[in-house]
């Protein structure tokens, strides 16, 4: 079993839908996840960074963990044409351990 | 302030044969790392250098890859001899604290 999950689509919606992206994760261990977003031939960017089970807000974009269940989601709202990119989770265990563990990404198109 | 350059953008190289890649940093990052990502797989780490130390190498798939940081600035990794598998995007990222910034990747392809 892989230690992250994520579908790897392809998810294709209209502009202005809600996307929702989501992950799970079999290592109890992760304590801090994070959203990347990548556009072609570019690197990975951070999105959002969350620790703890909950919410976390930033403009258009939601992320949520629920560590009890061990899935973690991005929500995008009023999603943009500019918004078409592959969406990767990541996580790691924290402390001294900085090394990243990440899903296979997600490719999303948002149609005009 | 500019980001975490990566040279050069793409590599073709014949199995056998040495590759060095090369990663520039953000300046100030202590933290640099390398990760891979084979075709149709996920990002995977290789290691993480804080400063010049190697502080996790636990990635690193095998004895033909050798990474370095001299003076705890750019760092290169080396992949000598080439094989088929090796093939694929390697990215730097570099950090101070939590957060990694990511390079824009080097595109190997080994033939």
């Known amino acids: 079993q892989k230690e992250v999950e994520q579908d790897p689509g392809p998810l294709s919606v209209p502009e202005g839908a809600i996307v929702s992206l989501n992950c799970t994760y079999s290592?109890?261990?992760?304590?801090?996840f994070m959203w990347y977003r990548q556009y072609s031939r570019k690197g990975p960017e951070l999105l959002m960074y969350t620790y703890s089970s909950g919410n976390k807000e930033d403009g258009r974009f939601t992320a949520q963990v629920d560590k009890s269940s061990k899935y973690i989601s991005l929500f995008i709202r009023d999603s943009q044409p500019s918004d078409s990119a592959t969406y990767l989770c990541a996580m790691r265990i924290g402390g001294s351990n900085y090394k990243l563990t990440f899903g296979k990404g997600t490719l999303l198109t948002v149609n005009p | 302030e500019a980001g975490v350059t990566q040279f050069p953008s793409h590599s073709v190289i014949e199995k056998g044969q040495t590759v060095t890649l090369r990663c520039d940093p953000i300046s100030g990052h202590d933290n640099l790392y390398w990760y891979r990502r084979v075709m149709g797989k996920e990002i995977k780490f290789l290691l993480h250098f804080v400063k010049e130390s190697k502080q996790d190498e636990s990635g690193m798939p095998n004895n033909r890859f050798l990474a370095e940081r001299t003076g705890g600035t750019y760092s290169t990794l080396k992949v000598q001899p080439a094989e088929l598998e090796d093939s694929g995007v390697y990215f730097c990222?570099?950090?101070?604290?939590?957060?990694?910034?990511f390079g824009p990747g080097t595109r190997l392809l080994v033939l």
């Open positions: 290592n109890s261990a992760f304590q801090y």
């Open positions: 990222a570099s950090g101070q604290g939590e957060t990694q910034y």
